[in-house]
């Protein structure tokens, strides 16, 4: 009963097995190897972006903030949501990427909507010089309160960012999520819906520590690998790299394990729903807020489940239910077991 | 025949294996999982250090400037070899990290001296708040040009910093292959030299990619945890360069790799100065420049054999060989009958 | 009728006389100099702290930033109101001093509260490493909106720091007009309502362009003088800023003017209520926020009046008008005759 | 007998004057005043650079670590000279303003020559993105030696920087001075020589406190006004910027100071060589290193001399001797006579 995020499981068989089959012999380091520039071309054909610069990096972390950096001026402003994971939960790691840019959070809550950016941005400009103004804008498909952002919604945050002229970021957590859940290729997710760079996380979804950083306009990454070495980003044996993500890619295995995060996820959801729970998000990928009193969270804790919770909202404590590739069915019914048992 | 660098080579099985074993079922992200405490355990025993505090993360470069970073203020400098890895080869890395402080290159070459160390300090205090005068010193056992430092070298170099109240990081490349090198242990190496902050690499030794800080007074750690989380370098599946290290310090793995590593250089370099070649560094670990003529380099290199070549000096061309714990007495045998064949 | 601003008025006449007789002859520079030296210890006597740290600086950028970075690591947070200056005024300044801190907005508008002020640094211990968690406070006695903090407020939101061990910063803009407004001394409204750092500004004040940094606990002010020097702020000609701050200071000019300021002030927030006019601010020193029709500020630009507007709210613009020391009765009575003549 | 520096000499009347006209009245704050905009043109006009942009800000530091952020990413080098004032005594400012670019010092000496410059670009070049590669080139005019560059040197400097790319600075301290010594007009010496951004130094020729930053190719001066802003170097009170720089304009005052201030250090020179002093510059400006024994800087120093020494070379000491343009035949003579006194 292991709800604590999808970074807590563990890596697929196959991307050890990856590992080991690229680890034979000697490569070139730094990227400059075979394995690698072959999977920079498969990410490549699977966004349907022959051109694009493609980076790989070992986390989310730096796979956003490096990207963003590229796309924003020191004494500009980042436009995101006022719950986006880059500005609450990164210790600042944009900030230091960008040289001091400003993450300007956009009310409310975890979505921004093209009205709220829009006004954001417009602030942005009323004091002139003294701003900042904006400089990129950040979106992130399943977002920090578990909901997922429709292509049209996307497309909408995207289309504001645009008549300003600002570049568009999709961070990369749960992006394999969101597709499966819209249903949708990652290139419809992305430069179709008018995302600049994007980040296709791995790291969450089966891998042991892999991103990859989109940019689809390869003019958009001037300075990305210099900013990635000085990062320490760039691993010497890059072929580690690049071999989890040739497995991911493989049989499209990041399609394959999100699938599964996100089935549990909906057993999950049907089982807290018929027994009356109230979930927050009002969509989901493989992540639910469930609220429940505090009587049932002890109990649930005390039969061994692991997950977060937070502070008490209208009497009642939200639990973060997250759900990765290797949830099994066995872990839902042992938690909504558990739940029935206390209720 | 391949000597181009010892990132270039695999990691070894065992750490393949403990990575597997690391993978199975749940646990929690970011350093909090019972693996990882246990590694920093088996360190703080490696090198005596029991009330040490220790950090893992991904790459030599994020190690070496994460650690710099706390050593050093942004208004400082940090004085180190003017060929020192840090300072010609990272891309601005310290400076990044530690909010533009100055690395202050003391002549001459590879190496600082106790005099010449003693002279930059002095220097950097000569122009008062203008400075800027000095914040750290920086150590490489396993020098730029393949010297190794002798245990007196760091004292005496440690011994100056301590004088001038500045703290001591010793650069982790190589960090094993010194050891091997120079008969000693971890601690002699280290704080038993007067080191303050030390990074114990394993990517260059065997490791797909994890290096270990260690800071053997906890007050000089302040503020790492966060710099390495807003650095990119927090693992969220931290388990997974938990295990890498384990391997390593199993049976002191990190003993033995680096031992074969420096036994094929030693091996290549009778047979080269058999055959009348000139080594420039003195000493060695696992690293030796030969000087050739351009003739020999295009010979060695037309039959396969890949390395690094510099510019010429006096009419020979340095070619740098480095050899990895992968090393085997084959390739090096192959490389001194190609060398024979076209003298 | 000029009320754009009160950096948009001249000198005192007695700060250019200051600077002429301070302008005679040789004077160490970089604050060596003997005026320098006095100055500071007025400083110190002003403020009733013998044993405060006091950085002369030229702009209150500089000064409010500076001492930010003294007191917040880039990888922490520094709340502040929504409406701060230092939040939406100073194109991520101090951001770019501190290395990339956050300005943590605390809600709403130009006003913290003790609750919204413990509610944003609970907030900011809820994600642990990943927070980033508080590093310091900043309140302005007179905020954006205008409105005046009472000495009471100024200390419980102090107080609120202190619990979470966090140093409390005091921005310097129009620090003198808060100080007549509440009939305060300096120390009031600073050390002894629980504030570190000060700054007293002066440029917005009738100075031409110079500002002192009060540190009360001088080890908070531990590398001010490098940062004052690499952020290009310590003059040379350090006398000059020295001479501003004499005359400042010199029969407490710094208040008549602030008095002065406020009093044509007064006298326009009666003026305008007496013709019916809403004033935004409830409080005020020497700024009121009026809300007119778009007709009547048409009427007021094309009579001469100078003054900002900003959006429409509720069918009104509002205009920002903002008194200085040079302000006299006749602009006031000539911005309210025209007001009449247009209502 | 003040010859510390020309930054403790006292500004000119004719600026105090000037102040004191543009203080009368309001006018808009932050460069957007009548004064401001005119001093541009007339600078424009100055440097026979009608397209350049042109911004004034306070003090040296500021001007030079605002121009380089313009020119170098974070992630590259800017050449100087080894004894460059803004590689020894700047505290890093450069460093800062950057966000982190190298200083990278090119042998030996104040002074590069194309051929060592050449040489640096080339090692920049070698380790590939590892680097870091080049950025930009700084050039200064009256070296830290006190020797001043012919137009020549400038223009062949400038055309290594070219030949790579790269875009050349040319520091701001004694600007003038150089002037005159070489009998060139501004123009000459900046972009006619090759030159891309120049700083026209005013604080240490007569001036309180202010520079100006020519770009004659507006392009590359994009973000300047920002990073200006979140420095703290946009004065709100922009016309006392302003109104120094006009008066140094007026009636070509940079010029006429710059002629005392050289024409008192020839007078020095010849003195002193006429007593058999050796000076370490070959050519000057209003800077000498006079090499003295102990025994006769004491005397000197008993006698009110006020200038600084250095570390021994040789058993003598370098004193420097600075002329501005208030140093008097007076002072001089004072000087040479208590010399003679005492040889």
């Known amino acids: 009963m292991h709800f604590a995020s999808d970074n807590s499981g563990p890596a697929h068989a196959s991307v050890l097995e990856a590992l080991a089959e690229a680890n034979d012999g000697y490569a070139m380091g730094y990227g400059n190897d075979a394995l690698s520039a072959e999977v920079r071309d498969k990410l490549r054909a699977l966004f349907e972006a022959p051109e694009a610069d493609v980076f790989l990096v070992p986390t989310g972390t730096a796979a956003n903030s490096l990207a963003l950096a590229c796309l924003c001026e020191p004494y500009r402003s980042i436009f ?20 001091g840019a400003k993450l300007w959070p956009v009310p409310h809550g975890d979505r921004m909507t093209p009205e709220t950016l829009r006004a954001a941005i417009a602030a942005s ?10 400089g990129a804008v950040s979106i992130t498909s399943v977002t920090e309160g578990g909901n997922v952002l429709s292509i049209d919604e996307i497309a909408s945050l995207s289309a504001v960012a645009k008549e300003a002229g600002l570049p568009v970021h999709l961070d990369g957590a749960r992006f394999a999520n969101a ?48 900013r990635r070495k000085r990062g320490g980003h760039l691993f010497s044996k890059h072929r580690m790299l690049a071999a989890q993500m040739k497995a991911y890619l493989e049989g499209d295995l990041w399609h394959e394990l999100a699938k599964r995060a996100n089935a549990a996820c909906d057993m999950l959801r049907a089982g807290l729903e018929a027994q009356g729970v ?9 992540m639910l807020f469930a609220h429940l009193p505090a009587r049932l969270h002890d109990a649930l804790h005390a039969e061994g489940a692991v997950y977060h919770t937070f502070d008490e909202e209208d009497g009642l404590i939200p639990g973060r239910f997250v759900c990765d590739w ?3 069915q066995g872990a839902v019914d042992a938690l909504l077991a558990a739940l029935k048992r206390h209720m």
Request: glycine residues 14%; negative net charge; hydrophobic residues 40%.
């Open 80 to 99: 995101c949501a006022e719950h986006a994971h880059i500005h609450v939960d990164e210790c600042n790691a944009p900030e230091f990427y960008t040289g």
């Open 326 to 328: 290797s949830t099994g």
């Open 125 to 134: 400009k009323a004091n002139g010089i003294h701003g900042p103004v904006g």
């Open 278 to 286: 109230k979930i927050e998000n009002d969509t989901h990928a493989n």
């Open 179 to 226: 597709c499966v859940k819209l249903g949708c290729t990652p290139a419809e997710m992305s430069w179709k819906a008018g995302v600049d760079v994007a980040v296709f996380g791995g790291t969450k979804n089966g891998l042991l520590g892999a991103e990859a950083v989109i940019f689809f306009d390869p003019g958009l990454a001037r300075g990305f690998a210099e």
